[in-house]
């Protein structure tokens, strides 16, 4: 059965830095668009970043551009997240997805929700001022 498992939450301080990986199995991380959720408490889910699996084009949200990096190895079927810089506004569940082998990019950047169809749980991201 096809899974994807986050790791590398935690609390980090305002100007910090944290690195997130995201782990696959039953699913091939090099053919298919993978992409980086979150959702902060009383708020909708957020396209933060997707990376394209032919091209390896990257987007981003405006809210994240110059600060995040979204890279994949695909020898360890894994897809990662470096956050530099993070801001209050940071905190959230951050959720891994896996799309298929084309995909859009939302307006003003990063993926759209509806095309990914496998999800990880989560880990959570707290900014500590």
């Known amino acids: 059965q096809a899974q994807l498992v986050e790791a590398g939450g935690g609390s980090v301080p305002v100007g910090g830095s944290l690195t997130l990986s995201c782990v696959a199995s039953g699913y091939n991380v090099s053919g298919n668009c993978m992409a980086w959720f979150r959702r902060a408490p009383g708020k909708e889910r957020q396209g933060v970043a997707h990376?394209?699996?032919?091209?390896?084009?990257?987007s981003y949200h405006p809210a994240v551009k110059g600060r995040f990096t979204i890279s994949k190895d695909n020898d360890k079927n894994a897809l990662y997240l470096q956050m530099n810089s993070v801001e209050s506004e940071d905190t959230a569940v951050y959720t891994c997805?896996?799309?298929?082998?084309?995909?859009?990019?939302?307006?003003?950047?990063?993926?759209?929700?509806?095309?990914?169809?496998?999800w990880g749980r989560g880990t959570q991201v707290t900014v500590a001022a």
């Open positions: 990376i394209l699996p032919f091209s390896g084009y990257k």
């Open positions: 997805a896996a799309g298929g082998p084309a995909c859009n990019i939302a307006s003003g950047g990063g993926p759209v929700p509806s095309e990914y169809r496998l």
